[in-house]
């Protein structure tokens, strides 16, 4: 059981982290909880990152080569649509969110899920912004433990990338052809 003092403290803790959370929120729900859990949780995932490449005593680069930032956007941007909006990974975010309907070429409209912490995490799940975050932490750790295996996926996924911008030129051509 704690003190007065700490009572006291923690009742000014939380009526101030309320009066925050109702200024900030301007009359609508915000899940700012959630997006602070969200935040420590990556937090803790990249500094197990950091601890790994650590341990595995490989040297940082001084810099980033200019192909590898490439890669790692490329294929970084492919991964993250892949998780938070293709159809085939839909079985992940159900549990954390509502199918609303398409949303373009073989991808989904999604809307995350209210209450317990399914909200946070149907947001971070249907939003590419969102996993490609977590998508550069986790390339950039696979090139520093792993870094053949990791640029040949790289290399799949920026291959995967193009195939696709091809296939939507092509559809567009078509579309225009045959009106």
Same mark, same amino acid.
């Given at each position: 059981m704690g003190t007065a003092a700490e009572s006291g403290l923690a009742g000014r803790l939380h009526g101030f982290l309320r009066g925050t959370k109702q200024a900030y929120s301007a009359g609508h729900e915000r899940?700012? @909880?959630? =997006?602070?859990? #969200?935040? &420590?949780?990556? @937090?803790? =995932?990249?500094? #197990?990152? &950091?601890t790994a490449v650590r341990l595995s005593g490989r040297r940082l680069p001084e810099r980033p080569a200019p192909a590898d930032l490439a890669l790692t956007a490329v294929s970084a941007f492919r991964l993250s649509r892949l998780l938070s909006k293709a159809a085939v990974t839909s079985p992940?975010?159900?549990?954390?969110?509502?199918?609303?309907?398409?949303?373009?070429?073989?991808?989904?409209?999604?809307e995350a899920r209210t209450g317990g912490g399914r909200d946070t995490v149907g947001e971070l799940m249907t939003c590419p912004f969102c996993t490609g975050v977590w998508m550069v932490s986790t390339l950039t750790a696979g090139?520093?433990?792993?870094?053949?295996?990791?640029?040949?996926?790289?290399?799949?996924?920026?291959?995967l990338t193009g195939a696709d911008a091809l296939q939507l030129t092509w559809s567009a051509l078509v579309d225009r052809t045959t009106r």
């Open positions: 899940p700012l @909880g959630g =997006y602070l859990t #969200a935040m &420590a949780g990556f @937090g803790a =995932y990249t500094a #197990a990152w &950091a992940l975010r159900a549990p954390f969110t509502r199918y609303v309907g398409p949303q373009g070429p073989a991808e989904l409209h999604e090139q520093l433990l792993w870094p053949r295996a990791t640029r040949t996926a790289m290399g799949a996924l920026t291959a």
